[in-house]
């Protein structure tokens, strides 16, 4: 079996988890390693600071909360992304607005936001897909004009950048993910970064129960989603080697890009010119050429062993936001397509060159298998 991701993880991060467990930093309110990973990882961002937390849904959440945003408020989102985007709004009852996706980069289309701007709008939360950033530059842009803060949701983008520039250092605020399959991970894990002092110490209250003085009178409804001293260990050993997972992951898009340019009906990542694409995921969309469908085409590559997964369900086919008061019936044709068509391949930087040759022979076959037909 291929798996669709593994994470990477060495000697270093089982050394460093087992030095901050003798040190006592078992909880998320002891021990060094905790701000030391902030410190790192905000920097890595190009941000002065960071606030760490047990989910990157976590993190999306305390960002909608900490931004003000709240009863009716509408929030403008990709419409292929992880529920979590939507939740960080709904749990803040907020109302998501999906803005479909363009058919190259499957990210949020930008000339759909305007026409989407209502009274109630108060955000957008770009989120950058498989590791291919939104135009920062020109969302930016369209966000000053009409008055709306940015909270980026760079889950898949750990490293990718806009003209030079880190994803995740445009936003007000952007939310990362550390889960299992991220970039990097702590196992679960998150962490918000920003450059704005009054909020960060809004997010380090609503992460930890809004303690302040005296210790046990709160002033805010807050949360428990403190990360660990050990996750947080883990994430600076990571850290350490994100330069070498992302030339991995750059390598492996290569070596599928040569190996599927030529069959027919296969849609590859994009990278536009102004932008590098960390390939979180390595993602295809298929086309009507190919002859097999998408369910096809998983099920050809499941019986030789190779493990795949489905685009998103976008947020206009969510049951649960649908019947959300004030919910928008936004059409989303293209985001539905790829829920339809879209897949990922194995992803994990250590796959060999002959892996994902393997893969791609598979998927010609089950081109050739149909014109057989
Ligand atoms: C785009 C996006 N946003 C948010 C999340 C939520 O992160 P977590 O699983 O750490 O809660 C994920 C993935 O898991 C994601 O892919």
């Not at 900490?66 to 939740?87: K, M, P």
């Not at 989603?225 to 290569?254: D, N, P, V, W, Y």
């Not at 790829?338 to 994902?356: C, Q, V």
Request: aromatic share 8%; charged share 20%; net charge neutral.
């Amino acid at each position: 079996m291929i798996p669709v991701f593994e994470p990477e993880i060495g000697e270093e991060e089982i050394a460093a988890v087992v030095a901050a467990l003798r040190r006592g930093e078992i909880s998320g309110s002891f021990g060094k390693s905790i701000t030391d990973f902030e410190e790192h990882f905000a920097a890595f961002c190009g941000r002065k600071y960071g606030i760490a937390v047990n989910s990157g849904t976590a993190a999306l959440h305390i960002a909608v909360a900490a931004a003000g945003i709240g009863d009716g408020d509408e929030v403008l989102l990709s419409a292929s992304t992880n529920i979590a985007t939507a939740l960080a709004a709904y749990h803040n009852r907020a109302v998501s607005v999906p803005v479909d996706s363009e058919v190259e980069t499957w990210n949020l289309n930008l000339d759909l936001i305007e026409p989407l701007i209502s009274q109630r709008s108060r955000a957008i939360l770009p989120v950058h897909l498989y590791g291919h950033p939104v135009d920062m530059d020109r969302l930016m842009e369209i966000a000053q004009r009409n008055k709306l803060i940015v909270i980026e949701d760079c889950a898949e983008s750990h490293g990718a950048t806009v003209r030079g520039r880190m994803t995740g250092s445009f936003g007000q605020m952007a939310c990362f993910s550390f889960y299992a399959n991220k970039i990097i991970t702590t196992g679960e894990g998150g962490m918000v970064v920003t450059d704005d002092a009054a909020i960060a110490e809004k997010l380090r209250l609503l992460r930890n129960l809004a303690f302040s003085k005296p210790r046990f009178q709160h002033l805010l409804p807050a949360f428990n989603f403190r990360m660990t001293g050990f996750q947080a260990a883990m994430g600076l050993a990571q850290l350490k080697k994100i330069k070498s997972i992302i030339e991995a992951k750059r390598r492996l898009a290569a070596t599928y890009n040569r190996y599927l340019k030529d069959i027919p009906g296969i849609q590859t990542p994009a990278q536009k010119d102004w932008a590098l694409n960390v390939y979180w995921m390595y993602a295809i969309v298929v086309h009507p050429q190919f002859g097999l469908d998408r369910d096809g085409l998983i099920e050809f590559l499941a019986k030789s062993g190779i493990e795949t997964r489905t685009f998103f369900c976008p947020m206009n086919q969510q049951p649960f936001l649908r019947s959300q008061s004030g919910y928008r019936d936004v059409p989303c044709p293209v985001a539905d397509q790829l829920w339809k068509d879209g897949l990922y391949l194995p992803s994990a930087g250590r796959l060999t060159e002959r892996e994902i040759q393997q893969v791609a022979e598979t998927i010609q076959k089950a081109h050739e298998s149909q014109r057989r037909v």
